[in-house]
């Protein structure tokens, strides 16, 4: 079979990068010879799938959107000239799926018998939806699609046997074929094929001006699955099941070789939550120091007592970057929200990150939640103060289909989901008892200017220290505009 992946991106999660970076490009560690560099996250989606296929014996091209050269067009007519069996379009979320419809109606029309098959979260959890409504789309996978690749590699003719697809009929009907498990050993899955793809990422934070924190090859590691926990604002659990599955520590590590011969300097973990298994992470730290390896890396995780201990473990081994998800300084908040976090123990992990050296601690916060007062807005502005984070992110509760907050407000009559199941609604535009949208946006940029100015005089010498690292691949411009610019529905600021 000959197949086609393709990555599908929102224009806001990726940009190409300064021209200060290009210049310094050439001292740094990157493979000589490839010139496309984008700072963004690198579609491991498509990269697994195309390692399940290859090694199956079967062609593959890998195509990623933020390519420089990209468009939708020249795609096509590479299609036309490839004729591939299947294009398979991956996204994540709602974001890309106007681009996705427009991607796949030119493709349907210029390869009628190619099969088009979407997968990725957004797809897994509308499939019905998209099967309904989007002729262009012959085959959704829902949730991981490397046993249902497999599957489809096999062959088109008895779709209706394989487990984890909807697909439409040839008399039209939607047909969902019962869930599929999930993959129990992942160590059994290929490494990602990185390579084919012909771009270096690079490593930046998701700010409104992008800051690249690691001028060296960059990429990213997925090692587990799933997260146990069921924050209402979140998909995790609904796509890949609250059962967290996680690779070995030696299988990691084997993985964190082969980046290290193919000449890698940094990656992200981008598991849901990477901490949640402190042996593990241990492990995997103290094989990372034993086999002399000196990447910089980056890994999410929840704020809890458990995972006090590792960080002396994290910084020893090169970790740089860790990013809790906080949320919120209001107790009430975060019950509300189901986290099952205590502010205490958020207050006592940032310390623990902090006196362990981790160089950025970057707090995840989420303003305007149903019920929310201006008071709790404030108590959580003082409490990213009050707490030793030198990055943030202040993002407005969005209902996303899947999620139990969007069921709360479809039960509630606030969205129609036969109607809007393919939008996200923030939740300060339809609950009545939120925050409304311009007071709330005015309050957050607001106290997110103050909660700069705070952080730089409360620790001058920490702000320089990051500004300067910035500074390493960012003009003073860009700096003065990160520090001063304040996005209407999400604040990213950094001190
Ligand atoms: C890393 C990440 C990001 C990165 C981007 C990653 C990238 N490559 O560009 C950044 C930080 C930029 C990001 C941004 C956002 N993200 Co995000 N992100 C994630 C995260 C943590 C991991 C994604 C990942 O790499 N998974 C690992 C790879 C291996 O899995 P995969 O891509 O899903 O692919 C597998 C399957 O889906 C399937 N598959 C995928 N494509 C295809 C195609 C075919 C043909 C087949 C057969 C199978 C298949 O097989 C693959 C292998 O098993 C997920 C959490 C999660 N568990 O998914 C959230 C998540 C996807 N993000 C989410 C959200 C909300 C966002 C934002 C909107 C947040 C915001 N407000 O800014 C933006 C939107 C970005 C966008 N472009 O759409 C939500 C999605 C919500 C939804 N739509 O329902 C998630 C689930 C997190 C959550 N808490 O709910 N994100």
Not at 162 to 181: A, L
Not at 448 to 455: A, G, N, S, T
């Amino acid at each position: 079979m000959r197949a086609s992946l393709i990555f599908v991106r929102d224009r806001r999660f990726f940009s190409p990068p300064s021209s200060k970076f290009l210049r310094r490009r050439q001292k740094s560690g990157y493979p000589q010879g490839n010139e496309h560099y984008v700072l963004g996250e690198p579609p491991l989606g498509i990269m697994y799938l195309s390692s399940v296929l290859k090694e199956m014996g079967h062609d593959v091209s890998l195509t990623d959107q933020c390519h420089p050269e990209y468009s939708d067009d020249g795609f096509v007519d590479s299609l036309t000239r490839e004729r591939p069996d299947m294009v398979g379009i991956s996204f994540l979320s709602n974001m890309c799926y106007p681009a996705a419809r427009n991607l796949s109606r030119k493709i349907k029309a210029a390869l009628p018998t190619a099969k088009i098959v979407y997968g990725g979260v957004f797809p897994s959890i509308n499939a019905r939806q998209i099967v309904a409504a989007e002729e262009s789309v012959d085959i959704v996978a829902r949730g991981e699609g490397e046993g249902i690749i497999r599957d489809l590699a096999e062959g088109f003719d008895r779709l209706i046997d394989i487990p984890g697809i909807t697909f439409r009929s040839r008399t039209g009907e939607v047909v969902e074929t019962p869930e599929r498990e999930g993959i129990q050993d992942l160590d059994s899955i290929p490494f990602p094929d990185r390579e084919a793809i012909g771009i270096n990422y690079v490593a930046s934070l998701p700010l409104d001006v992008p800051a690249v924190i690691w001028d060296r090859a960059y990429t990213s590691i997925v090692s587990s699955r799933g997260c146990p926990f069921g924050c209402t604002y979140c998909n995790c659990p609904t796509f890949s099941g609250r059962k967290c599955r996680a690779r070995s520590a030696g299988n990691v590590l084997q993985e964190l070789e082969e980046l290290d011969r193919k000449g890698y300097g940094a990656f992200t973990f981008v598991d849901d939550n990477f901490l949640l298994d402190p042996e593990r992470v241990t492990e995997i730290c103290n094989g990372m120091v034993a086999r002399g390896h000196d990447f910089r890396w980056a890994c999410e995780g929840r704020a809890e007592p458990k995972v006090n201990g590792v960080f002396e473990k994290l910084s020893t081994a090169g970790c740089d970057l860790v990013m809790f998800g906080i949320e919120s300084g209001s107790q009430r908040v975060l019950n509300g929200m189901n986290k099952k976090t205590k502010i205490h123990d958020i207050e006592q992990a940032v310390s623990h990150a902090k006196k362990a050296g981790i160089g950025i601690i970057h707090g995840f916060f989420i303003v305007g939640s149903p019920g929310e007062t201006v008071e709790e807005v404030e108590q959580t502005f003082a409490f990213a103060e009050r707490i030793d984070i030198n990055s943030f992110n202040f993002n407005s509760l969005t209902a996303f289909r899947g999620t139990p907050l969007w069921r709360d407000a479809v039960d509630r009559g606030l969205i129609d989901e036969e109607k809007d199941w393919d939008k996200m609604f923030p939740v300060h535009s339809i609950h009545p008892d939120s925050i409304d949208s311009r007071t709330l946006f005015a309050l957050r940029s607001q106290l997110v200017r103050r909660l700069l100015r705070r952080k730089v005089i409360r620790n001058p010498g920490e702000a320089a220290k990051v500004f300067h690292r910035f500074l390493q691949c960012m003009s003073l411009k860009d700096l003065y505009l990160l520090l001063t610019s304040s996005k209407s529905d999400s604040s990213t600021q950094r001190v």
